[in-house]
């Protein structure tokens, strides 16, 4: 029974604490979800007698996390506390050695994250940032920088739809359809040139940048 009140209390608190929690973007997201993760399985491990102390816990740690997330979107002074600055270290080309030490890393540890990136040598770096998630990001220097359109000076049209889903297991995603603007009989004119009568026999349906709409059936 005690698993049970935890799997559903556990699945009702990942949906209030939000994404950012789930996707341990800071240190301290990080440590939040591994203090959940021990107070669940105390629950399920210890005691009747203990449960409900665990379980006050586990809802009271949430709820804390929950309020110092919200406190820190008010706050810019306690959300750099609570999750930290991105620390540049590369600057024009050049090792920032107090910013390493003030990271705690070392250069071995930046040469690493950078291989990550498949940045191999540091004379191809400009800028690189710790940020505070940990992640390196880099700025190449302009003649490491992959090409693009524009320099070609090439004008390419602007998409007129991000790519979306629109039916799915033979169901239309009706708020889909109503964020991009089209409505159902849109749909139903699109499916008819793709001589497609029934929408239940469609996998799956996308709609495509220049608002060509892909049709997989079974």
């Given amino acids: 029974m005690e698993t049970i009140i935890t799997f559903f209390v556990l699945l009702m608190m990942t949906r209030f604490l939000g994404k950012k929690q789930l996707s341990h973007l800071t240190f301290f997201n990080y440590?939040?979800?591994?203090?959940?993760?021990?107070?669940?399985?105390?629950?399920?491990?210890?005691?009747?007698?203990?449960?409900?102390?665990?379980?006050?816990?586990?809802?009271?740690?949430?709820?804390?996390?929950?309020?110092?997330?919200?406190i820190s979107m008010k706050s810019g002074k306690l959300r750099v506390i609570l999750d930290g600055q991105p620390?540049?270290?590369?600057?024009?080309?050049?090792?920032?050695?107090?910013?390493?030490?003030?990271?705690?890393?070392?250069?071995?540890?930046?040469?690493?994250?950078?291989?990550?990136?498949?940045v191999f040598s540091i004379s191809e770096v400009d800028y690189a940032i710790l940020e505070p998630n940990g992640a390196l990001s880099i700025l190449k220097k302009p003649e490491f920088q992959s090409v693009v359109t524009s320099d070609f000076q090439l004008n390419k049209p602007s998409?007129?739809?991000?790519?979306?889903?629109?039916?799915?297991?033979?169901?239309?995603?009706?708020?889909?359809?109503?964020?991009?603007?089209?409505?159902?009989?849109?749909l139903t004119n699109e499916l008819m040139k793709e001589n497609v009568s029934t929408i239940e026999t469609i996998i799956y349906a996308e709609l495509q940048p220049n608002g060509e709409l892909i049709i997989q059936q079974a």
């Fill in 159 to 186: 998409p007129n739809f991000l790519p979306t889903e629109i039916i799915v297991d033979g169901k239309i995603i009706y708020q889909n359809l109503k964020e991009l603007g089209l409505s159902q009989e849109w």
């Fill in 87 to 118: 620390t540049i270290v590369v600057k024009k080309g050049k090792i920032d050695r107090k910013a390493l030490v003030r990271t705690m890393i070392n250069v071995d540890d930046l040469t690493m994250m950078m291989r990550q990136k498949d």
């Fill in 31 to 70: 440590i939040t979800g591994i203090t959940i993760g021990s107070l669940s399985a105390n629950m399920v491990l210890l005691s009747s007698n203990d449960f409900l102390k665990e379980l006050t816990a586990l809802v009271l740690w949430c709820a804390l996390a929950s309020l110092v997330g919200f």
